[in-house]
């Protein structure tokens, strides 16, 4: 079965102060890793694609990696606009023909000024 | 605003009820998704169409739910006989590209009495 498990469940940062996020995934056939965020109230908003091991993504202060187990998110030099829960999804191979992505519970990340 | 729109954003209702939710989808997107997420848990696939044919039904969704897709355009989730265990938010999204990245609504949350 497809699993995805995200540590820590929450994270607290003063600003500045950089760290990552993991994201650690079993899939039958990954077919692509995907990082989104969301804020409270709010829909998640996609952040990252990754499809194979090695492969890196950047936009801002974050930069999303990928191996064949894991794969993390960085964040550097965050500032409280960061402050957001950042959801990691898998794809597999089996998971249904156009996009039934499973979702981890999240990582809740507070960025203190 | 062309992103995903949701209606009614916000639902209180007494059990034993039906509820009916909207979504409108940025409209040259052909696939359109059902999620519901639960406090503290990530986002769980309910359902997808792409145009009007509803193509994947999750092993978990009751036959208290159905959904629609009529004319492949906006896309209504019902609920029949709500239960207490169906609090959650309803969240739609739509994609025109690649599986996985999505595009999400502000969700429909629910809360049965």
Known sequence: EDQVTQSPEALRLQEGESSSLNCSYTVSGLRGLFWYRQDPGKGPEFLFTLYSAGEEKEKERLKATLTKKESFLHITAPKPEDSATYLCAVLGRYGGSQGNLIFGKGTKLSVKP | ?113
């Open chain 2, 1 to 113: 605003d062309t992103g995903v729109s949701q209606n009614p954003r916000h639902k209180i209702t007494k059990r034993g009820q039906n509820v009916t939710f909207r979504c409108d989808p940025i409209s040259e997107h052909n696939r359109l998704y059902w999620y519901r997420q639960t406090l503290g848990q990530g986002p769980e696939f309910l359902t997808y169409f792409q145009n009007e044919a509803q193509l994947e039904k999750s092993r978990l969704l009751s036959d208290r739910f159905s959904a629609e897709r009529p004319k492949g355009s906006f896309s209504t989730l019902e609920i029949q006989r709500t239960e207490q265990g169906d609090s959650a938010m309803y969240l739609c999204a739509s994609t025109g590209g690649r599986a996985g990245e999505l595009f999400f609504g502000e969700g429909s949350r629910l809360t049965v009495l």
